[in-house]
């Protein structure tokens, strides 16, 4: 048992509490480091497949892991207790500290891989703090005071970001890695190792809530606002008429909760809460704006808030502000557009950063100045609407540098008009839901998906041209790209049909290729068979009755021919086998022989021949002389397309489907799915993206899903679907457009982070 003098005030419960807290939490940290790492030395085999000139050092750094892995292990704990024990004795550790005093003599004396090591460990941290920063502010408080000190922070939690980061850090400072190879190792981390410390940071703030310890500073239970956006198809109301009166799904839904907050807060004060009535535009974007105010200082660095607030009068006006997002309009800085491809950075964040910066060139002193409050929301709002937008839809690419470069014409927008977050039918965000839609996905890989990145990229273009202050351009461009899109829409469902019939194809001959294996398996049951016979119904036989069982289906003249033949060879080897020959068996067969030979490429005197290499074989069996035994001729390459397997859009779901992991109930609402129905696809990353039912197979009910462009990206049989439900991979399609969709995240994303009312 930990002995802790230091707490004082502090009772034993507090002190064993704390005992407990770190038997669970730093095994649990250990456990999730070593699970990762294990995996590391075959992502590194991988990456020196691919890696050119520099394959060798990610050979000798996958050696040097499985070499250290215990060392490696024992580092990254050994740090973790150490800062630990620092809690204990009531003397917080920092970890910049602990970083930093590497050096030894400065950090003029680092060399280049430990610094670029540290930066990269400071990045998993940020990243770390970014995704859990709510969570780990309740574990910090809840810590420091069971650990008997005034405060702790993401640089002085013992199991905070920034110590885990130290700890992967030291965890491979004595390894002899490449630099290269370094950082990927920590990169790797972010990707595999982020999600499994916040799993222990939930269980570590469970674990102090259940004993007991601050327990007024835990969020209400509220239900997760997003797995019943939308219900099942076969239970919605089909095709509903949109009311260009009513405000969005998503607006509802805040206003329900803002609503119960606000009732909270009124009966804790001992007045009744007002009964809940229609959603007035107006009371929601003061509520938007009150929780943007009370969520600012959990959402922003400290830092950069102290930045924009010393020393600032007076705020920017409406015609500066106006002035300075339009020259970042026409040329956005090099920093503006890095953030569109970074995760990690917010963008409301960075266009606050340049328009201060942006200010100067007005001949305005920044020192002087600060945002106005409603431009603040306004660039907030934007920018948090492009964040989601961009993290969670597929947008990679061109399309994801095309959809940052509306940030600012949108900020503008929102300044000038505000009913843009409300208005369903606002032209700026029917205008942004065209576009999002048109390059979700699109790689340009096909002839036509350029075509429709042309028409995006000239709208976008003339839009960051043309706009001043005047809306009416959303409008005009609105209009134009509709336009564009239903003629696009027509050739997608041609795309959509190509992509049905190449599916049917395939099933049809993955059914032909298993009719023709059986009959083969049936055939080649008995003895031994020779060589050349044993090849000819492995290759051209088998070959011929594929495509014979293609063009007929299950039963045919073609089929029986064919069959007919197989056995009638096979009989003539028992024949020869009791050295019986007859050589007019063959010359009967011959007609058909020929056409079995001619499907795989010979003609003519190449089929006569390959005929003659059987009879001699069948000569040689009577006369027990396998050395006048003949090979068939060699044969013309020629072979049938292979099926692809089955994509699932990256989910690898078969072994689940099969030990039947899945509700029933699923599998049997996507049997009877209408074709046309809109399902939401996620993958590992989060992303997410809607594929339509085109068809279902009559042959394996499999269920093709095409995309936007009619591209077919999933087939997948009922149960599979089932069972990505139930790993949280499938939802109903909500109809709402990028824009409220992003909407909803932003409001999922505020929502935690507002204090608890009391």
């Known amino acids: 048992m930990m002995s802790n003098p230091q707490l004082a005030g502090h009772s034993g419960t507090d002190r064993a509490l704390l005992v407990k807290v770190r038997d669970a939490a730093l095994p649990a940290l250990g456990a999730a480091f070593g699970k990762v790492l294990a995996g590391f030395d075959d992502v590194l ?103 008997g000190v005034a405060e702790l922070d993401a640089g002085t939690n013992p199991i905070g ?140 660095d400290a830092t950069a808030a102290a930045q924009v607030a010393v020393g600032q009068q007076r705020p920017l006006s409406q015609r500066e502000m106006m002035s300075v997002l339009s020259l970042l309009q026409a040329t956005p800085s090099a920093a503006l557009r890095a953030a569109t491809g970074d995760a990690g950075e917010s963008l409301g964040q960075r266009l606050k950063s340049e328009v201060l910066s942006g200010a100067t060139q007005l001949g305005v002193d920044p020192s002087q100045t600060r945002l106005d409050p409603q431009d603040e929301d306004a660039i907030d709002l934007v920018g948090m609407l492009f964040d989601v937008m961009l993290d969670e839809r597929e947008l990679e690419g061109r399309s994801r540098e095309l959809i940052g470069r509306l940030v600012v014409p949108f900020v503008k927008v929102a300044m000038l008009d505000r009913r843009m977050f409300v208005q369903k039918t606002h032209p700026a965000r029917k205008l942004l839901n065209s576009l999002a839609e048109a390059c979700e996905g699109n790689t340009g890989e096909s002839q036509a998906e350029r075509v429709l990145m042309g028409k995006v990229e000239e709208i976008i273009e003339r839009l960051v041209a043309e706009f001043n202050e005047n809306l009416a351009i959303f409008l005009t461009l609105e209009e134009e790209f509709r336009e564009f899109l239903a003629q696009h829409r027509r050739r997608i469902e041609i795309a959509e049909r190509r992509a049905a019939e190449t599916q049917r194809g395939q099933e049809k001959l993955e059914l032909a290729r298993r009719r023709a294996a059986a009959e083969l398996d049936k055939r080649l049951q008995a003895d031994a068979l020779p060589e050349a016979i044993e090849n000819f119904l492995r290759q051209p036989w088998n070959h011929h009755l594929t495509l014979s069982l293609l063009r007929e289906g299950d039963s045919g003249e073609g089929i029986d021919e064919t069959l007919a033949l197989a056995d009638a060879v096979l009989e003539e080897v028992a024949q020869a086998r009791r050295q019986v020959v007859e050589r007019t068996l063959l010359q009967a067969k011959a007609p058909v022989l020929r056409k079995v030979f001619t499907s795989v490429g010979l003609h003519g005197d190449a089929s006569a021949v390959a005929i003659e290499a059987l009879h001699a074989t069948l000569q040689a069996i009577a006369e027990a002389r396998p050395d006048l035994e003949r090979a068939l001729p060699e044969l013309p390459q020629v072979t049938l397309p292979t099926p692809p397997a089955q994509d699932n859009a990256g989910f690898e779901l078969e072994e689940a489907a099969r030990a039947e992991d899945f509700d029933h109930t699923d599998a049997d609402r996507f049997r009877h799915m209408e074709i046309g129905t809109w399902l939401d696809f996620i993958d590992k990353d989060g992303k997410v993206q809607a594929g339509k039912l085109s068809w279902v197979s009559p042959i394996s009910s499999r269920l093709l899903f095409v995309n936007r462009r009619g591209v077919r990206f999933c087939v997948a049989s009922p149960e599979e679907l089932a069972v990505m439900v139930r790993l949280e991979r499938l939802r109903p399609h909500a109809a709402d457009g990028a824009f409220d969709s992003a909407m909803q995240g932003v409001i999922d994303r505020l929502d935690p982070l507002t204090p608890t009312l009391h």
């Open 45 to 147: 085999f991988d990456r020196a497949e691919v890696a050119g000139a520099s394959q060798l050092l990610f050979l000798d750094g996958m050696r040097e892991l499985r070499r250290r892995r215990d060392e490696i292990n024992s580092r990254f704990n050994a740090h973790l207790r150490q800062a630990w024990d620092a809690l204990a004795a009531a003397a917080p550790q920092s970890a910049e500290d602990v970083l930093v005093g590497h050096g030894e003599g400065g950090l003029s004396l680092m060399t280049e891989h430990v610094l670029e090591s540290q930066l990269a460990v400071r990045n998993f941290a940020t990243i770390l703090l970014r995704d859990w920063k709510p969570l780990l502010a309740r574990i910090d408080r809840r810590l420091a005071w069971l650990g």
């Open 161 to 300: 970001p920034e110590h885990i980061g130290v700890a992967v850090h030291e965890a491979f400072a004595t390894c002899d890695l490449a630099a290269e190879v370094r950082l990927v190792l920590i990169k790797l981390c972010e990707r595999e190792f982020a999600q499994l410390v916040g799993k222990v940071y939930q269980a570590v703030d469970e674990q102090l809530l259940q004993a007991g310890v601050m327990p007024e500073i835990s969020p209400r239970p509220r239900t997760p606002p997003r797995p019943a956006a939308a219900p099942w198809p076969d239970e919605a109301v089909a095709h509903a008429t949109e009311d260009p009166h009513q405000v969005p799904a998503w607006a509802h839904r805040f206003a329900e909760r803002w609503g119960q907050r606000q009732t909270d807060a009124t009966t804790a004060g001992g007045a009744a809460g007002n009964e809940s009535g229609p959603v007035d535009s107006q009371v929601l974007l003061e509520a938007l704006h009150e929780l943007l105010a009370q969520t600012r200082h959990v959402r922003e």
